[in-house]
């Protein structure tokens, strides 16, 4: 490869969800990781949100704007849930590690759905969300990291959007999956 070649930035647009039963921290996280900032008060997602960020992965060369569909996790938004869906190249499911419930709708909910309404190829990181709450926590790191293996997640990393722990790495261990199953060296 010349200099020239080498030298070339390359840009991509990926559409991705955030998926997750109500009140796992799906906008939490959004919002953390795009605008660094946490609020205490929660107010359910209606249908869904759309943010758009710009991710530069500069030891590639690469600039990727991400467009997240912030699915809210109501039963009430099953009917239309699935049109959101549409030209999605991966997802984070997520769980509350307090909420047992969370956990098992993982496999048996959001990620059927997942795989009914987008090409096969899709990518998603399984995230275990608000580890900041120690005291609380019902669901072990291991039950994360089995699931994760069971349902062939690329990754799994537990999050505190609160604290802003590992938010910024969980969207970064999709959006190079994603790149590598389009034949982007990363």
């Known amino acids: ?34 605008e660094e900032n946490f609020q205490e008060d929660y107010k359910p997602t209606l249908g869904a949100n759309i943010i758009r960020k710009d ?14 569909w912030d699915l809210a996790g109501q039963e009430k938004y099953n009917v239309i849930r699935s049109m959101y869906f549409q030209g999605c190249e991966g997802a984070l499911l997520v769980y509350d590690v307090t909420r047992y419930n969370t956990f098992d709708s993982v496999k048996s909910r959001w990620l059927r759905d997942f795989k009914k309404y987008i090409r096969k190829e899709g990518v998603y990181v399984l995230i275990g969300n608000k580890i900041d709450l120690t005291d609380d926590r019902v669901v072990p790191t291991e039950k994360g990291k089995d699931l994760a293996e069971k349902i062939k997640a690329s990754h799994f990393i537990e999050t505190s959007a609160k604290l802003g722990e590992n938010i910024e790495e969980a969207f970064l261990l999709l959006v190079k999956q994603i790149l590598t199953n389009h034949g982007v060296n990363v």
């Open 1 to 34: 490869m010349s200099t020239e070649e080498a030298k070339e930035l390359r840009e991509f647009v990926y559409k991705i969800v955030i998926l997750g039963e109500a009140a796992v921290g799906k906008t939490s996280l959004l919002n953390r990781f795009c």
């Open 55 to 68: 991710v530069d992965l500069e030891e590639v060369n690469t600039k990727i704007r991400l467009i997240m």
